[in-house]
T-cell receptor, first 117, second 111 residues
Framework: EAGVAQSPRYKIIEKRQSVAFWCNPI?????LYWYQQILGQGPKLLIQ????????DSQLPKDRFSAERLKGVDSTLKIQPAKLEDSAVYLC???????????????FGPGTRLTVL | LAKTTQPISMDSYEGQEVNITCSHN???????ITWYQQFPSQGPRFIIQ???TKVTNEVASLFIPADRKSSTLSLPRVSLSDTAVYYC????????????FGQGTELSVKP
C-alpha cells in the first residue's frame, strides 16, 4: 500500500513570496490533516478535512494560509505572503476512520521543509 | 484537552529495555493514550494505543495504571535504529481525531 505522498520535499523562498504544497493521501482515506512542525517542537495541527469539508481550521492563520481538498482526495496548502516564522516542516497525514473513532491512527507523509529567507 | 508531560531526553544502550513515562493528570474518561515515533526528516509513525492496563504489539508495550494518570511506553531490547523522538498523546472521541503533540522525548541509543 502506497503511503502519503507530499511534494515538493524542500522549498526555499524569500519573505513575502507565495508557496504551495501538495499532498496525496492513502487511497480511500477520508480524513486529511495538515500540520506545521517548527524545529525542536512537536507537530501542530493547522487544518483537518473530512472528505472535502473542513472539520477544524482553528489554528490556521487564515490571513496568509489557505488549504483546499477538491474532490475529497488530493489537497494543497498555500501560504501567501510568507513570513520568516513560517520556516518549518509541513506534514500531511491521513486516516481511514471518521474523526473521533477509537484507534484513529494517522499516517504521515515525509513532509515539505520550507525555508523562508 | 489533557496535557501531557514527558522527559525531554533519555539515553540508553543497545540491548537494554527503555521505559518512557508520560504524565497526564487531567485525562478524561473518554480519552485514549497513543504513542507516536518520529525519526529525523520523517513524519511521525503510530506505535501503540491503549485505554487501560497493558497493551502489547510487535514493537512495544504500553502500561497504564488503574488511575490512568500516567502511562509507560516500554521498548524491549532497543537498537541504534530506535533513536528517535517519542510523543505521548491523550485524546478520544471528544477530540474528533485531533492530535495534540507535546515536545516529545528524544531517545538516544548508543552502541
Amino acid at each position: 500500500e502506497a503511503g502519503v505522498a507530499q511534494s515538493p520535499r524542500y522549498k526555499i523562498i524569500e519573505k513575502r513570496q507565495s508557496v504551495a504544497f501538495w499532498c496525496n493521501p492513502i487511497s480511500g482515506h477520508a480524513t486529511l490533516y495538515w500540520y506545521q512542525q517548527i524545529l525542536g517542537q512537536g507537530p501542530k495541527l493547522l487544518i483537518q478535512f473530512q472528505n472535502n469539508g473542513v472539520v477544524d481550521d482553528s489554528q490556521l492563520p487564515k490571513d496568509r494560509f489557505s488549504a483546499e481538498r477538491l474532490k475529497g482526495v488530493d489537497s494543497t496548502l498555500k501560504i501567501q505572503p510568507a513570513k520568516l516564522e513560517d520556516s518549518a516542516v509541513y506534514l500531511c497525514a491521513s486516516s481511514s476512520r471518521r474523526p473521533g473513532a477509537v484507534g484513529n491512527e494517522q499516517f504521515f507523509g515525509p513532509g515539505t521543509r520550507l525555508t523562508v529567507l | 484537552l489533557a496535557k501531557t508531560t514527558q522527559p525531554i531526553s533519555m539515553d540508553s544502550y543497545e540491548g537494554q529495555e527503555v521505559n518512557i513515562t508520560c504524565s497526564h493528570n487531567n485525562i478524561a474518561t473518554n480519552d485514549y493514550i497513543t504513542w507516536y515515533q518520529q525519526f529525523p526528516s520523517q513524519g511521525p509513525r503510530f506505535i501503540i494505543q491503549g485505554y487501560k492496563t497493558k497493551v502489547t504489539n510487535e514493537v512495544a508495550s504500553l502500561f497504564i495504571p488503574a488511575d490512568r494518570k500516567s502511562s509507560t511506553l516500554s521498548l524491549p531490547r532497543v537498537s541504534l535504529s530506535d533513536t528517535a523522538v517519542y510523543y505521548c498523546l491523550v485524546g478520544g472521541l471528544l477530540m474528533a481525531g485531533k492530535l495534540i503533540f507535546g515536545q516529545g522525548t528524544e531517545l538516544s541509543v548508543k552502541p
